[in-house]
């Protein structure tokens, strides 16, 4: 059974600063891993989408890598901003579209 | 341009009730699937559908039934609900479990069950 770990659970940052955030899979046979920003209250919104053959993805101040061997992914975060304060969460896919969540990093960025 | 939507929003329900939550997407998406979601945790999968007609179980199937009888609808049943089924549903769509593409969520139905 695939397992996703999130670590830190919860990260407190001053504006500016880069961070890293940790996802770790147990089990390597994965199609794709996803990164995810959740809002309080609200609907979760794709950051980026690695595939299994990918090493890494780039989007803005977000940079995501996958060691699919190693079952570890890292969410950089530049020049962190307050808006960035919200809940990140990673997700890991086999290809017949069965998705395994982690419980997440909640991250505060203080002005 | 609507994405996904949920409805309800929010749902209040005595132990023993039943109802459905609703999911509906106008992408086009042949994927489609139903998380839970309770307070600090992931979502966990309950039921997906890679197509019409087509359904499986996830990982807390239990005390849920899915139909998928066209593209657009995958609707969520609680046949007698429990108050272990407090939680927040969230729907989710792709265009298909196999081309990579990233899920698009709608906003959650949140449902009590007293």
């Known amino acids: 059974k695939q397992e996703v770990t999130q670590i830190p659970a919860a990260l407190s940052v001053p504006e500016g600063e880069n961070l890293v955030l940790n996802c770790s899979f147990t089990d390597s046979a994965i199609y794709n891993l996803q990164w995810f920003r959740q809002d309080p209250g609200k609907g979760l919104t794709s950051l980026l989408l690695?595939?299994?053959?990918?090493r890494e993805q780039t989007s803005g101040r977000l940079n995501a890598s996958l060691d699919k061997s190693s079952g570890r992914s890292t969410l950089y975060i530049a020049a962190s901003q307050p808006g960035d304060s919200a809940t990140y969460l990673c997700?890991?896919?086999?290809?017949?579209?069965?998705?395994?969540f982690g419980d997440g990093t909640t991250l505060t960025v203080k002005p | 341009n609507a994405g996904v939507t949920q409805t309800p929003k929010f749902q209040v329900l005595k132990t023993g009730q039943s109802m459905t939550l609703q999911c509906a997407q106008d992408m086009n998406h042949e994927y489609m699937s139903w998380y839970r979601q309770d307070p600090g945790m992931g979502l966990r999968l309950i039921h997906y559908?890679?197509?019409?007609?087509?359904?499986d179980q996830g990982e807390v199937p239990n005390g849920y039934n899915v139909s998928r009888s066209t593209t657009e609808d995958f609707p969520l049943r609680l046949l007698s609900a429990a108050p272990s089924q407090t939680s927040v549903y969230f729907c989710a769509s792709s265009y298909s479990a196999g081309y990579n593409q990233p899920q698009h969520f709608g906003d959650g139905t949140r449902l009590s069950i007293l």
């Open positions: 690695i595939q299994s053959s990918q």
């Open positions: 997700a890991v896919s086999t290809n017949a579209g069965k998705s395994t």
């Open positions: 559908s890679v197509g019409a007609g087509i359904t």
